[in-house]
C-alpha cells in the first residue's frame, strides 16, 4: 500500500490530522479536505486509490459511492451501504491493525475493478507534486486545464522547484503524449551553438558541419519542445525564436528550405522576465507570446508542512534504485520541516539519496543528518534504533492491546508515572510476555502462534532469537 493514496474528507479536524498520522507512520501518501470543499476532493479523487469519509456537510456518502463506482470508500461512521465500493467501517480510535486491513481490501477491489488511466505516467509525475498547500494544489488545477489544450506555457519559479516535472507532466498528459518531450537548457549552450542546436543545420553550414543534422524542433516534431532557463537565452536567438512561434516555420542553418513547426512550446525560467524586459535583457512580444498560460511553482520554503509527503514519494523514488530504504525520527523530520531549503525540492531529493547511501536499511536521527540540516538538538540514545524498534512502538500506539505499568495488568489508558517509565524495557517485556501466552495457547506451534499474533512465522522466530525464547518459555 505504500504506493497508493488516501483522500480523508472529514469536518472533524482533529480526526482527519490523526488519521494522518497514521497513514504517515504507515508509509501511505495522503491528502486531507474539508466536508464542504468539494472544489479540491472532486479533482482529486480519480487519482486516488482510497477515499476514508467522516463527517459530511451537504452531499450524501451514497452520492458520492454511485457517482465514482470504481473507487473504494471507507467509512468512519457505522451506517452501511450495498454498493460493491464500499468496502466497510473503520473503527474508531483507529487502530494500526484494523486500517492496514481495509486497505488492504481496497486494494484488492481496486485490482478487480481497475480504472482507465489514459495518462499513467503522467499521474506518476502528478504524484511528485504532493501537497496540501494552497500553491501546490493550483498547480497541480493548472496543469490539468491546460494539458489538453496546445497553448504555449511559461513555468516561473525558483531553480529545484520542479518545473521540468511541472512540464513533463503536461506533456504526458496531453494528446501529445505518444510524441517526444524535448528538452534543451537554453542557458547552457554557447550562444553560437544555440541557433543550430534549435533549429538544425546543412552539411557545409559552417566550419565543422560535416553532415547535415537535425535540431531539438524537428527531433520534437509532435511533441513538446521544453526551453528551460529560457530568460539565458541571448537577444538575437530571441528574434529568431519569436518568429517560429508566430509562423510555424523554421529553417535549419544553411538550409533554404522553411519545416513546418509542429509542436508545443513550453518554457521555463527562474528569472523575472518583466524586470529583464524593463533593463532590454528579454523582448516584451517574445515574453506575450510565450506567456499565453503561466504556472508558478512554490518555493519549498513555503510548503515546509508538505515535506512528509514528499519524502515518501522521493524515498519510493529512490528505493528501487538503491536497494534499501531509510524511516526517519520525529524529530528529524521536525528539524528538517525547520531548514529554509535554498535548493528547493532538488536539495531535498539530493539530501534524502545521500542518506540513502550512508544508512542504508536504518533509521535517522537529526544527529545523523548533515550539520546544516541539525537545527533541532539531538536527543542522546544508547544504542541505534531498529525497524524492530520502530514496530514495537507502533504496535503500542495504535493496537487496542494491554499495556502494563510494570506488569501486565494495566490498560492502553493508563497514566503515565511521576518518575517516568523506560518506554523500550516496558515494550520488550509486553512482547514477551504476548509470545509467551501465544506460543502456551497454541502448545508451543510457533506457525500456529504467529497466526494468533497477526505476523509471518519468521519474524516471530526472529523475535524469539532476540528475546532469547524458546518453544518451552
Known amino acids: 500500500m505504500a504506493d497508493m493514496g488516501v483522500l480523508i474528507v472529514d469536518a472533524d479536524v482533529q480526526r482527519r490530522q490523526q488519521l494522518g498520522i497514521v497513514l504517515s507512520f504507515m508509509g501511505i501518501p495522503w491528502q486531507e479536505v474539508a466536508a464542504s470543499d468539494w472544489s479540491v476532493a472532486i479533482e ?152 543550430s542546436e534549435l533549429f538544425g543545420h546543412e552539411k557545409g553550414a559552417f566550419t565543422g558541419a560535416i553532415a547535415a543534422r537535425r535540431g531539438r524542433f524537428e527531433l520534437a516534431q509532435g511533441g513538446t519542445l521544453f526551453l528551460d532557463e529560457i530568460g539565458d537565452m541571448p537577444l538575437p536567438m530571441q528574434v529568431k525564436l519569436l518568429r517560429v512561434l508566430q509562423e510555424r516555420l523554421f529553417d535549419r542553418v544553411g538550409g533554404s528550405k522553411p519545416i513546418q513547426a509542429d509542436v508545443r512550446i513550453i518554457a521555463a525560467t527562474h528569472r523575472d522576465l518583466e524586470a529583464l524586459i524593463r533593463v532590454q535583457g528579454f523582448r516584451e512580444d517574445l515574453y506575450y507570446r510565450l506567456n499565453v498560460f503561466p504556472i508558478e511553482t512554490p518555493p519549498l520554503r513555503e510548503r515546509c508542512d508538505d515535506i512528509p509527503l514528499l519524502l515518501q514519494e522521493l524515498l519510493n523514488r529512490h528505493t528501487e534504485h538503491h536497494q534499501s530504504m531509510i524511516r526517519l525520527t520525529q524529530r528529524a523530520m521536525e528539524s528538517l520541516m525547520q531548514y529554509p531549503w535554498p535548493g528547493n525540492v532538488r536539495e531535498l531529493s539530493n539530501l534524502l539519496e545521500r542518506l540513502l547511501i550512508l544508512y542504508p536499511n536504518q533509521i535517522v536521527d537529526v544527529a545523523d543528518l548533515p550539520s546544516r540540516y541539525r537545527l533541532l538538538p539531538s536527543e542522546p540514545r544508547n544504542e541505534p534504533l531498529t525497524d524492530m524498534d520502530e514496530r514495537d512502538a507502533l504496535a503500542a500506539v495504535f493496537q487496542d492491546i494491554p499495556v502494563p505499568e510494570h506488569g501486565l495488568n494495566s490498560t492502553r489508558n493508563m497514566q503515565m508515572p511521576e518518575e517516568g517509565l523506560n518506554l523500550k524495557e516496558m515494550l520488550a517485556d509486553l512482547e514477551v510476555e504476548l509470545i509467551r501466552q501465544a506460543l502456551e495457547s497454541q502448545d508451543g506451534v510457533v506457525a500456529r502462534a504467529a497466526d494468533l499474533l497477526h505476523m509471518r512465522r519468521t519474524t516471530l522466530v526472529e523475535k524469539m532469537k532476540k528475546y532469547g525464547m524458546g518453544k518451552e518459555q
Open 44 to 195: 482529486a479523487l480519480e487519482g486516488l486509490q482510497a477515499v476514508i469519509v467522516g463527517e459530511l456537510i451537504e452531499d450524501e456518502l451514497a452520492t458520492l459511492l454511485n457517482a465514482y463506482p470504481r473507487i473504494p470508500f471507507l467509512s468512519l461512521n457505522t451506517t452501511e451501504y450495498p454498493n460493491s465500493n464500499f468496502i466497510g467501517t473503520v473503527a474508531t480510535p483507529v487502530s494500526y491493525e484494523s486500517l492496514t486491513r481495509s486497505l488492504h481490501f481496497c486494494q484488492a477491489f481496486t485490482s478487480l475493478h481497475p480504472r482507465q488511466q489514459i495518462h499513467d505516467k503522467g499521474q506518476t509525475l502528478l504524484r511528485l507534486l504532493v501537497g496540501k498547500g494552497r500553491g501546490i494544489q493550483e498547480v497541480r488545477r493548472l496543469i490539468s486545464q491546460v494539458a489538453e489544450t496546445d497553448a504555449n506555457v511559461l513555468i516561473l519559479g525558483e531553480s529545484g522547484t520542479g518545473k521540468e516535472v511541472v512540464a513533463r507532466a503536461i506533456h504526458e498528459l496531453s494528446a501529445r503524449s505518444d510524441g517526444p518531450f524535448v528538452p534543451i537548457n537554453c542557458g547552457a549552450i554557447p550562444a553560437e551553438l544555440l541557433e
